[in-house]
């Protein structure tokens, strides 16, 4: 997939595209990106999306919106879903001051060569939010491209939707979130050295460091692990320990039947279903029973995955 930052000059390629952040790239934007590339085939363009960096809201509001997965992410599951172009603007208080029209004329029309564009029925765009889909059209006949409305997709009544999906993660609702994502919530990172006070009650951790912004509900889950290339099943800490009075957010994996030394190896973490609240403990001998119970639920809930 071409990558291309901020562009100023034409792209040098024909395209049937759609806008948006696309954060975790779920189950509406795969159906909105199935439709660019039907319609990329039929007229022989290239497959793009236009996404922006950072999120608009932090931009405009100030408002910390943490995402599903970081952007280097975003980028590799487009290219995953068959997209060949994806231009990236950096959003600023400067960009968003860009008129609708001149944002069709100048980017969609001028820079990234617009044949087809795909959008969602509430779509709006430029200054103060003053374009919609009838801009487009009115713009496409003038500039000979087509705007297309693609409806959003819906689970059990619920629209499927990035914020949807973060609320689902902060509640631990992960079966949930996996069926409006298409795929298991994950976090990737590099294993760092931990105090080993889970090798001493018999269930050592991988602990994991990470500049992924969102995060389970604190607790207890049912993993997957991905380890240099191989699935292991798992169980994972999200939390603080309280029962070694500790403050800091970890994640902590222990894996089943892995005895391997991968600190400072690149490792994800699926998060399947959600077993218990974090609580504390009396001692670390209680902590380890109750750790004994969970890895057997957290295999029981992973065998389902097999069936």
Not at 27 to 42: D, F, M, P, Q, S
Not at 126 to 140: F, I, S
Not at 191 to 199: D, F, L, Q
């Amino acid at each position: 997939m071409k990558v291309i930052f901020d562009p100023t000059e034409p792209i040098g390629f024909l395209t049937s595209a759609t806008i948006g952040i696309f954060d975790g790239v779920h189950l509406g934007h795969k159906k909105i990106i199935n439709y660019v590339k039907e319609e990329a085939i039929r007229k022989g363009v290239s497959p793009c999306v236009i996404t922006f960096h950072p999120h608009p809201q932090k931009v405009l509001r100030g408002i910390d919106i943490p995402l599903i997965v970081p952007f280097r992410e975003r980028l590799r599951l487009l290219e995953k879903e068959g997209i060949e172009i994806t231009v990236c603007y950096n959003f600023t208080r400067e960009f968003a001051q860009i008129s609708a029209k001149d944002f069709v004329t100048n980017i969609l029309v001028k820079t990234i060569g617009i044949k087809s564009l795909f959008v969602g029925p509430d779509f709006f765009f430029g200054r103060k939010r003053e374009g919609n889909v009838n801009l487009l059209e009115q713009m496409g006949k003038l500039y000979d491209f087509d705007t297309k409305v693609v409806q959003p997709v819906s689970i059990n009544g619920e629209v499927v939707s990035s914020t949807a999906i973060r609320n689902s993660i902060e509640e631990g609702l992960m079966r949930k979130c996996a069926k409006f994502l298409g795929y298991h919530f994950y976090i990737e990172g590099k294993v760092k050295e931990g105090e080993k006070r889970g090798r001493k009650i018999g269930f050592p951790t991988a602990n994991l460091d990470t500049d992924w912004e969102l995060f389970p509900k604190k607790g207890v889950y049912a993993t997957l692990a991905h380890v240099e290339g191989k699935r292991f099943e798992s169980i994972t800490n999200v939390g603080i320990r309280p029962t070694f009075n500790a403050s800091q957010l970890l994640i902590e994996t222990h894996i089943f039947d892995f005895n391997g030394d991968i600190y400072g190896k690149q490792i994800k973490i699926e998060f399947i279903e959600r077993l218990r609240d974090e609580r504390k403990f009396e001692s670390a001998s209680a902590l380890a029973a109750q750790i004994a119970k969970d890895v057997e639920k957290a295999k029981e809930v992973l065998s389902e995955l097999s069936e």
